[in-house]
T-cell receptor, first 117, second 114 residues
Framework: GAGVSQSPSNKVTEKGKDVELRCDPI?????LYWYRQSLGQGLEFLIY??????PDKSGLPSDRFSAERTGGSVSTLTIQRTQQEDSAVYLC??????WGGGHYEQYFGPGTRLTVT | GNSVTQMEGPVTLSEEAFLTINCTYT??????LFWYVQYPGEGLQLLLK?????DKGSNKGFEATYRKETTSFHLEKGSVQVSDSAVYFC?????????????FGKGTLLTVNP
């Protein structure tokens, strides 16, 4: 079946502009995660969705970052007033709903490479 | 908090050489441990995992054993191939928060020469 898809694959934007990054998870996966991969910081967790709610937003670096998920499926990560330090690859992953004592594999999308000039 | 420390490399080996990439972790609970691989131009893929102490994860000739006493999960392969050239990430998932988010090491770039 189809894997996790993300769009756009590349985005170049000017400092101060807003950007939206999209993630289409694997059908039926209740859990959705956003991560950021940058040279200086490695791979960092941003936010976790369980269905449409986000019980863990602890990784969002500032209030310029927000995310939503609708219909238990597609998720959008929005970065307002982009800064050069936002340049990174943004990765989305999905999995079946985690439960106590169990873990389901997270399947990653190919990422969106964001460059802020 | 949780953290993962891995050998950063880069590591360059000749084909058929033995590979070890060290990984140690700090966790508040009882984590599951993973190795992910990122081949050039591709997304992250799960390579292997272990969910409790003394478990050995294995896949494609790679192995790693969950050592609670040394808080380690070292990746090994007896004979690497050119096609193993990639970036390898050690990661943990701590169920303490019930969301299983992954905490990653910085990654190790492996280059295998023919």
């Amino acid at each position: 079946g189809a894997g996790v898809s993300q769009s756009p694959s590349n985005k170049v934007t000017e400092k101060g502009k807003d950007v939206e990054l999209r993630c289409d998870p694997i059908s039926g996966h209740t859990a959705l995660y956003w991560y950021r991969q940058s040279l200086g910081q490695g791979l960092e967790f941003l936010i976790y969705f369980q269905g449409n709610s986000a019980p863990d937003k602890s990784g969002l670096p500032s209030d310029r970052f927000s995310a939503e998920r609708t219909g238990g499926s597609v998720s959008t990560l929005t970065i307002q007033r982009t800064q050069q330090e936002d340049s990174a690859v943004y990765l989305c992953a999905s999995s079946r709903l985690p439960w106590g004592g169990g873990h389901y594999e997270q399947y990653f999308g190919p990422g969106t490479r964001l460059t802020v000039t | 908090g949780n953290s993962v420390t891995q050998m950063e490399g880069p590591v360059t080996l000749s084909e058929e050489a033995f590979l070890t990439i060290n990984c140690t972790y700090t966790a508040t609970g009882y984590p599951s441990l993973f190795w992910y691989v990122q081949y050039p131009g591709e997304g992250l893929q799960l390579l292997l995992k272990a969910t409790k102490a003394d478990d050995k994860g294995s896949n494609k000739g790679f192995e790693a054993t969950y050592r609670k006493e040394t808080t380690s999960f070292h990746l090994e392969k007896g004979s690497v191939q050119v096609s193993d050239s990639a970036v390898y990430f050690c990661a943990l998932s701590d169920p303490g928060g019930s969301n299983y988010k992954l905490t990653f090491g910085k990654g190790t770039l492996l280059t295998v020469n023919p």
